[in-house]
Structure formats: structure tokens, C-alpha cells
């Protein structure tokens, strides 16, 4: 399979929460992304974290990489309703970028 | 980053019939990238496209069903053939930058009927 495995497939929390997303893979990686996507529409690129990286902030956001364990994940804190959208994380091994399953988050205001 | 356009944006289509899509990028990238996002799922990559080769296919992809043009280092095509309601989807061009990030296009809506 060309997926990646990102769990959950779905989370629903309250604005103000933080919300947890992660991802594994199989392959050696050159880097791993993580993109938004709002209702089937176009990706929109949030941070990139290169192999040799444990951890990047942006913003509200946190990335962590694991590569012992093929792992990473994506923190958003204090949610907010507009952060409602499908979460995908990417990883590049070579010249390929293959995407996680997803996660979709929903944000209750 | 980069700027992407897709074209056309959705597109109704009927049974067997074929639809291009174009991917039109605001300066010369080396490789370009098809994939495709079936409903409700992730996006699979359909194949890698480099300027003056033959695009190479992933796995249960094949040439005859989706062609793929890259005519010059800005612009490539990929055409969905012989259509069936399980090509339904939305298909996305992208693009390196920096050999690191990579950036994607609106994607092009397709229906099949």
C-alpha cells in the first residue's frame, strides 16, 4: 500500500482543546510534512520536519519525528472551529512523497 | 512556495469519454507529480513526471489509462481515459521546491457519469 497510517481517522473536540494527530510509516524518510485540506479542497502545506529533526513549532502548532520508531505527530494547540479540516501528514523518501490516511478533525465551538 | 494552476477546475463527464487536465506552474521545476484523491480518501500518486522522459507509473497505475505529457519545465497534461464512475475523483498536480517541500495544486474536480 502507498498509505502511510495516521491515527485517529477521526477526532472531534471542543474549541480551546489541543488536538493530537499521528503518523507512521514503513520506509527510510528524507523529510515528513504535514498538510491541511478544508472540505476536498486544495492541500495547504503547515510544516516540514527533515529526518534529522525530533521537533518544530510553527505558530500553534508542534511536530515531533521519531525515526527510531517511524513515527510522528502533529499538536495543535488551543483549537480553534476554523481548524475544522482533514489532516494529512507526508513522507519523502527519495524522490516520492506518500500520504498518511488522514485524520479528520472537528472543532466545536 | 510555488503557484499552481489547474485546469479545468470540475469537469462532469459521461462513461468512456477521456478528460486532460493541465498543470500550469509559475517557474521550472525538475519533476512533477499526478495523484489522485478518491472520495472520503487520502491522495495516492499516480506517477512522477520528468521533462523529456517518460513518466514513470505507480504501482496499479498504467500508461494507457492515465497519459501523461511534459512538454517543457513549467507545464505537464494528464489525461484520464476511457472514463468510468470509479475514475470519480479529485486529481492534483504538485511540484518540489527546494528538493523539500512539496506544494500542490486547487486539484481538478472530476465526476464521471
Known amino acids: 500500500s502507498q498509505q502511510g497510517e495516521e491515527d485517529p481517522q477521526a477526532l472531534s473536540i471542543q474549541e480551546g482543546e489541543n488536538a493530537t494527530m499521528n503518523c507512521s510509516y514503513k520506509t527510510s524518510i528524507n523529510n515528513l510534512q504535514w498538510y491541511r485540506q478544508n472540505s476536498g479542497r486544495g492541500l495547504v502545506h503547515l510544516i516540514l520536519i527533515r529526518s534529522n529533526e525530533r521537533e518544530k513549532h510553527s505558530g500553534r502548532l508542534r511536530v515531533t519525528l521519531d525515526t527510531s520508531k517511524k513515527s510522528s505527530s502533529l499538536l495543535i494547540t488551543a483549537s480553534r472551529a476554523a481548524d475544522t479540516a482533514s489532516y494529512f501528514c507526508a513522507f519523502t523518501g527519495g524522490f516520492k512523497t506518500i500520504f498518511g490516511a488522514g485524520t479528520r478533525l472537528f472543532v466545536k465551538a | 512556495s510555488a503557484v499552481i494552476s489547474q485546469k479545468p477546475s470540475r469537469d462532469i463527464c459521461q462513461r468512456g469519454t477521456s478528460l486532460t487536465i493541465q498543470c500550469q506552474v509559475d517557474?521550472?521545476?525538475?519533476?512533477m507529480f499526478w495523484y489522485r484523491q478518491q472520495p472520503g480518501q487520502s491522495l495516492t500518486l499516480i506517477a512522477t513526471a520528468n521533462q523529456g522522459s517518460e513518466a514513470t507509473y505507480e504501482s496499479g497505475f498504467v500508461i494507457d489509462k492515465f497519459p501523461i505529457s511534459r512538454p517543457n519545465l513549467t507545464f505537464s497534461t494528464l489525461t484520464v481515459s476511457n472514463m468510468s464512475p470509479e475514475d470519480s475523483s479529485i486529481y492534483l498536480c504538485?511540484?518540489?521546491?527546494?528538493?523539500?517541500?512539496?506544494?500542490f495544486g486547487p486539484g481538478t474536480r472530476l465526476t464521471v457519469l
Open positions: 504538485s511540484v518540489e521546491r527546494g528538493g523539500v517541500e512539496q506544494f
Open positions: 517557474s521550472q521545476v525538475t519533476m
